[in-house]
């Protein structure tokens, strides 16, 4: 049975994430390889997720650890937990 | 990207880090107070985060940081290991930035519900037809970073909070669910509504900035 693209979309983070009945992903599967339009928003939107987990796109603020454990340092010395 | 469900050695990884905190945690409690640099080190980077794109200030997000960590030392002997430690301390990060909003009496002021449900309460994707490559000089130069942090930002709280635990922090969607009070189902609904709202937001913005170049995915793709 084939699927149209409103159905394809509602499974995406399910499809992306692998919690997904195996029938419905192979559906997905056969939809995208000829759908262009689908095919590129499950690209986006698995790149936008890849990118999300890049370091480099949440960067800490310079020296944020030492001032972290310094602070930390001062509560430690004087209280006990 | 945040995976359903564990392999049998990332389960063994998590149970042996979970042994590790206990011991950590019985020492400190027991007067070697330094073993806590140790037992939040692994988590400040993921706090930071979740902290941050829920205030959107570096500084306030740092000060918030520092608090939860105080707050957990302070804490600690209350902590029982009935939820993972990391989730204890994201729940007490999570308060405290909540705290903070009120305090400050921010809101959402941009909410884009309406705009990408449809009449059924279905989130609408961008429909581009051609996704190009996104160049390496556009992620180094921080434009991409920014416009994806201004997106997560602009989430509108229910959804923001569900996508930064389970795509950012890597939560699983029951540890999600539990954390916020939620049923699994609601989390999983939230987060796809949070995906299509971002791929919705991302994906025209990207298209137009983006040169006519392909490969920088092969690259992040490489990243586990």
């Given amino acids: ?14 499809y992306l994430d692998g919690y997904i009945d195996p029938v419905l992903r192979a559906q997905i599967e056969r939809h995208v390889q000829f759908c262009e339009v689908c095919s590129a928003v499950l690209d986006s939107t698995r790149n936008i997720l890849y990118l999300t987990a890049d370091d480099r ?3 800490l ?10 602070r930390i340092d001062e509560v430690l010395q004087r209280e006990a937990p | 990207m945040a995976k359903a469900e564990a392999t049998p050695e990332q389960q063994t990884q998590v149970e042996m880090r979970q042994a590790q905190e206990s011991a950590l945690i019985g020492r400190i409690l027991t007067g070697e107070r330094n073993c806590f640099h140790d037992l939040i080190r692994p988590y400040e980077r993921r706090i930071y985060v979740t902290v941050f794109s829920m205030v959107r200030n570096a500084g306030e997000a740092e000060e918030i940081v520092q608090e939860t960590m105080l707050k957990a030392y302070r804490s600690l002997s209350g902590f029982r290991g009935e939820s993972k430690f990391s989730s204890w301390l994201t729940a007490i990060a999570l308060n405290e930035a909540r705290a903070c909003l009120r305090k400050a009496g921010r809101q959402d002021t941009f909410s884009v519900d309406a705009e990408f449900e449809n009449e059924e309460g279905e989130c609408q994707p961008f429909q581009l037809r051609d996704w190009r490559e996104i160049p390496l000089e556009m992620l180094e130069r921080n434009n991409l970073a920014r416009l994806l942090q201004d997106a997560i930002q602009e989430l509108p709280e ?3 909070t569900v996508f930064v635990l389970r795509d950012v922090e890597e939560m699983s969607i029951e ?5 916020l009070g939620l049923e699994p189902g609601n989390v999983k609904i939230r987060l796809h509504r949070a995906r299509m709202m971002l791929q919705n937001r991302l994906a025209p913005a990207l298209q137009r900035e983006n040169p006519a170049r392909r490969g920088i995915w092969a690259f992040l793709r490489r990243r586990p």
């Avoid at chain 1, 049975?1 to 983070?13: P, T």
């Avoid at chain 1, 603020?61 to 310094?70: K, Q, V, W, Y």
């Fill in chain 1, 1 to 14: 049975m084939r699927i149209d693209c409103q159905e394809a979309w509602k499974a995406l983070s399910a």
């Fill in chain 1, 57 to 59: 796109v949440f960067e």
């Fill in chain 1, 61 to 70: 603020p310079g020296n944020f650890s030492e001032r972290l454990h310094a």
């Fill in chain 2, 158 to 160: 229910k959804y923001r």
């Fill in chain 2, 175 to 179: 540890e999600t669910a539990r954390l």
